[in-house]
């Protein structure tokens, strides 16, 4: 299993929730496939809105901190020892279960 990591580089623009919502049903066919064990956000600061969408969804919701870089925060917040490093809008492509699955394996 993998932890998905998204980061929302800028989580007070408007479309920043938009964004998180394209990326994060499209890790629901993983989970559902038994690869994707959880989600982390990854944000700068603080957002309300980032912050009910990681509650709605069961994501971990982590705010980076000064001097350290979006992946190292969110791998330290990972489950899994493999991660899948996802900017906020990003939509795997067709067939990246099957893979990602044999990358693992």
């Known amino acids: ?4 990591l998204i980061h929302v580089a800028r989580p007070g623009d408007p479309v ?16 559902a496939a038994g690869l994707v064990g959880d989600a982390v956000i990854i944000v700068p600061t ?9 509650e709605a969804t069961g994501a971990t919701l ?4 000064s001097g350290l870089g979006p992946w190292l925060v969110g791998a330290e917040a990972a489950r899994r020892d493999w991660v899948l490093c996802l900017e906020a809008g990003d939509v795997p492509a067709e067939g990246w279960i099957r893979t990602l699955d044999r990358f693992i394996g």
Request: hydrophobic share 60%; no cysteine; net charge positive.
């Open 46 to 54: 603080r957002n309300p809105a980032i912050e009910t969408v990681a």
């Open 1 to 4: 299993m993998i932890s998905a």
């Open 62 to 65: 982590v705010v980076r901190r």
């Open 16 to 31: 920043a929730v938009d964004r998180l919502a394209d990326t994060l049903p499209a890790l629901v066919a993983g989970v």
